[in-house]
């Protein structure tokens, strides 16, 4: 069941990204600008229907040559932010003449390994850019895995705000996955932001129930210019603490929208304050500090910030 829910999760992370690069075949970069060193870090904090914060990381490495042909290598990967998960892999894309994509996947980065999408997995038109307008197709085997996807453009128009920012005129695409007996087995809704590539994917799965990723970091080259995550988040934010568990020091980030007092402090189990790591005035901005627990004894903690209009309590272990 495990190797069957990761071909699945593969399945749910990559066939997205291919439809950033190439969902207007007017202007390719625009959804999906292909540039060795762009990177796109989503994040989501359940996973299965329980709390399991999770994050999601793409990044373009290489340009490599498969067939003749240029494929820019993106190797992809996501990891429970407790360390309980991980998994990478890799795929190469381009597009083709006639403005489709072909496409390869492996687990490793040998691209001689990969498997080429011949026809291109998937072609889409430049209807695509209406809204209404809709199209399907199946896609070849994964593994065990086949599928029949429909795609239908909800929305031309979106407003997306997640902590990576704002972004306007975002297309909403709804995609509606089916197995070969004809039963969804997964539905999601992506957005995508011209120049950015996709901002927020919701959505429910089979094996991975309602699950909700936000863009929360990006470095984007084009020809002309470096789009990066905004200097200032659009909201307060604390992330789950990494590593975790943990054997003597881990790190806890978090983000200030506004100037604000800020106080971060470790409660043991019973609720008795162990240590206080911030208590002063901050800018807006990101903020990683590391609690060293040295002389702490293993067990379940807490920590709790405090920030104006803020209060969020997590959840750490230490294992020694």
């Not at 959804?31 to 994040?43: A, D, E, K, L, R």
């Not at 067939?67 to 998994?87: H, L, M, P, T, V």
């Not at 002389?295 to 104006?308: D, L, N």
Request: hydrophobic share 35%; proline share 5%.
């Amino acid at each position: 069941m495990e190797e069957q829910t990761m071909k699945k999760l593969k399945l749910l992370l990559i066939i997205p990204f291919i439809l950033t690069d190439h969902l207007f075949a007017q202007t390719v970069s625009d959804y999906y600008p292909m540039q060795v060193g762009n990177y796109w870090i989503s994040h989501t904090d359940t996973i299965s229907g329980v709390y399991q914060p999770t994050t999601f990381r793409i990044d373009v490495e290489a340009v490599d040559l498969i067939g003749g042909d240029e494929y820019f290598r993106i190797r992809q990967r996501y990891s429970a932010d407790d360390g309980s998960s991980k998994n990478h892999w890799y795929n190469c894309f381009r597009e083709n003449s006639t403005g489709g994509v072909t496409g390869a996947f492996g687990d490793t980065s040998i691209v001689a390994l990969a498997t080429i999408f011949d026809p291109p997995l998937p072609a889409f038109p430049n209807e695509a850019l209406n809204q209404g307008y809709s199209w399907e197709y199946d896609s070849p085997c994964m593994g065990s895995y086949n599928s029949h996807w429909y795609c239908f453009v909800e929305s031309i128009s979106e407003t997306v705000q997640v902590p990576a920012g704002e972004f306007n005129n975002c297309i909403n695409i709804k995609t509606i996955i089916t197995d070969a007996a004809g039963d969804t087995t997964q539905w999601m809704y992506n957005y995508y932001a011209e120049g950015i590539g996709q901002v927020l994917q919701v959505g429910w799965s089979l094996f991975w129930e309602n699950f909700k990723f936000e863009l929360i970091e990006y470095s984007v080259q084009s020809p002309v210019e470096v789009k990066e995550s905004p200097s200032v988040p659009l909201r307060f934010r604390v992330q789950q603490n990494y590593p975790n568990p943990f054997n003597t020091v881990t790190t806890i980030s978090y983000q200030l929208p506004k100037s604000s007092f800020v106080k971060l402090s470790i409660y043991d189990i019973s609720g008795k304050l162990v240590e206080t790591l911030v208590n002063e005035q901050k800018n807006a901005g990101y903020y990683s500090i590391d609690w060293n627990a040295e002389k702490v004894s293993s067990g379940i903690y807490f920590y709790r910030i405090y920030a104006v209009e803020f209060i969020e309590t997590k959840k750490c272990m230490i294992l020694k």
